[in-house]
């Protein structure tokens, strides 16, 4: 009888942190110019969608950012929402919060009472990571800072 036990998932690190790379490189773009707490930009995909990437925090070797979508006809808990941590020194961004996932583990078992995968963290830099393509194959318009 063959045995039906699921295999534990162990995180591959190198592709991760490549993952990481990756999305530090792009996100850099879409960054406010001026940089300093509060600054805020749009980023227009169509006529009736905008994201906006506001500057949480600005450290010495980090930076946070949120990334929100800005539309009318979606419900508010609905809309997409990122909370991500650029690490300058390492060149690496990192999905701190993903609508209301916070402070998310490298592996969760599953089942669990959220219902999270067990390759959350990675899937949530994936999601990310799709954003940024989104956003560069649209040939996004930065209408610059907000304020």
Known sequence: MPNLARKRYVPYLPDFLSLCERNYA???????????????????????ESYQVELLELC?????????????SMIGWLKPRFE??????ARLAEVLACQQ???LKAVYSYPNVDMLLPDEKRQINLLLRDWLNLCSRRGYQNTGVLA
């Open 26 to 48: 792009q996100l850099r773009f879409f960054l406010p110019g001026n940089q300093r707490p509060g600054q805020r930009c749009l980023i227009h995909i169509n006529a009736s």
């Open 60 to 72: 010495k070797y980090t930076t946070t950012v949120s990334i929100e979508l800005i539309s009318q």
């Open 84 to 89: 991500v941590r650029l690490y300058h020194d």
């Open 101 to 103: 996932v916070r402070q």
